[in-house]
Antibody, heavy 118, light 113 residues
Framework: QITLKESGPTLVKPTQTLTLTCTFS??????????VGWIRQPPGKALEWVAL???????FYSPSLKSRLTVTKDTSKNQVVLTMTNMDPVDTATYYC??????????WGQGTLVTVSS | DIVMTQSPDSLAVSLGERATINCKSS????????????LAWYQQKPGQPPKLLIY???TRESGVPDRFSGSGSGTDFTLTVSSLQAEDVAIYYC?????????FGQGTKLEIK
């Protein structure tokens, strides 16, 4: 049974750095072909693809966010960490992490709402 | 970036009737080397994360009712709900995963008429 859960702050101030952790079970990111992605959704708006990290440490980032993003994995802890610098109110969204066997997302976490406000 | 455009933005269909949602990509998502379309469909109900329905444009995810089907190739795709049930009320998204960023469509809201 595959599960994922996002954790991190619910409120960050403008210009601060956001760090979110995705803790998962039921699979290993050392398994060839697997990956974990990050997707966000501003309140009442559409899904936005953010980033993806593969089993082999290949990273893919949204070009519009790339300069602010870092995604890393800790295979021993079954965790993936998303870091986003210089947060702005427009970054207010529910952030999801999701399992991917090949770039499409099969299992999703419940998401965590991050509000950017002073 | 490949831009995904869905139509319509919202759709109201009577129970038991067919619902059709379209998705158009700004570039082909057909990979010629394996003849596969890198296109997925998701269903999102209020307060829930998205749920994968279809991948490779037409492969139904395990456990998804067979009233959901996907079709199309290249740049034009369709998600069809053959006989709408009350529990199908949701927002539906397409996603291309051929090239990064793996962009989503803007969503189509499906309601009961």
């Amino acid at each position: 049974q595959i599960t994922l859960k996002e954790s991190g702050p619910t409120l960050v101030k403008p210009t601060q750095t956001l760090t979110l952790t995705c803790t998962f079970s039921g699979f290993s990111l050392s398994t060839s072909g697997l990956g974990v992605g990050w997707i966000r959704q501003p309140p009442g708006k559409a899904l936005e693809w953010v980033a993806l990290i593969n089993w082999n440490d290949d990273n893919f980032y949204s070009p519009s966010l790339k300069s602010r993003l870092t995604v890393t994995k800790d295979t021993s802890k079954n965790q993936v960490v998303l870091t986003m610098t210089n947060m702005d109110p427009v970054d207010t969204a529910t952030y999801y992490c999701a399992h991917t066997p090949f770039r499409y997302f099969t299992y999703w976490g419940q998401g965590t709402l991050v509000t950017v406000s002073s | 970036d490949i831009v995904m455009t869905q139509s319509p933005d919202s759709l109201a269909v009577s129970l038991g009737e067919r619902a059709t949602i379209n998705c158009k990509s700004s570039q082909s998502v057909l990979y010629s080397s394996n003849n596969m379309n890198y296109l997925a469909w998701y269903q999102q109900k209020p307060g829930q994360p998205p749920k994968l329905l279809i991948y490779w444009a037409s492969t139904r995810e395990s456990g998804v009712p067979d009233r959901f089907s996907g079709s199309g190739s290249g740049t034009d795709f369709t998600l069809t709900v053959s006989s709408l049930q009350a529990e199908d009320v949701a927002i539906y998204y397409c996603q291309q995963y051929l090239s990064s960023p793996h962009t989503f469509g803007q969503g189509t809201k499906l309601e009961i008429k």
